[in-house]
């Protein structure tokens, strides 16, 4: 697509419930990357995919985050038992492989957890 | 010591100022180098790329790398309003993206 795309915009969950957010890269990007983003805080890496696999989970907060990619293209954040904290917009990027001329970000998930 | 450091501000300049946003690393093999707008409520944009020492313009922007000093710098000429946001450095470190915490600008009219 000419942008990278996720869905839902917005998501309201309760406290306890299991949540999926979707990232569609821009096509031809084969990296791609999760970031979460606290109110008035800076980005928060989360986890990078090169192609379906994922050489860095480091940035991932506990057992309860968890993402995929399929086929090089779409991927999914899933976070089960959502509590408070989890509340944040999540961003996902994508980019040409090694980063060369940047990312692009997608306009984000803002997941608020009541 | 954090791998980008940038000065948190905010920075308030004067519409029609120049504002200048700094940015410093430590890792002296990074190659590229990345400044990101984000206004409030939206996800970074990305507005200037230099890969080379020396000076790098495009319009009122100015991108500023200095690899033997570790040190990037953007600079805005004629600020405007509309260019208050949080800037983001950004630096190639592993073939990844590292980034700065932001700094704020504001343009006063």
Known sequence: GAGVSQSPSNKVTEKGKDVELRCDPISGHTALYWYRQSLGQGLEFLIYFQGNSAPDKSGLPSDRFSAERTGGSVSTLTIQRTQQEDSAVYLCASSLPRATYGYTFGSGTRLTVV | ?109
């Open chain 2, 1 to 109: 010591q954090k791998e980008v450091e940038q000065n948190s501000g905010p920075l308030s300049v004067p519409e029609g100022a120049i504002a200048s946003l700094n940015c410093t690393y430590s890792d002296r093999g990074s190659q590229s180098f990345f400044w990101y707008r984000q206004y409030s409520g939206k996800s970074p944009e990305l507005i200037m790329s230099i890969y080379s020492n020396g000076d790098k313009e495009d319009g009122r922007f100015t991108a500023q790398l200095n690899k033997a000093s570790q040190y990037v710098s953007l600079l805005i000429r004629d600020s405007q309003p509309s260019d208050s946001a949080t800037y983001l450095c950004a630096v190639n470190l592993s073939n990844m993206l590292t980034f700065g915490g932001g700094t704020r600008l504001m343009v006063k009219p």
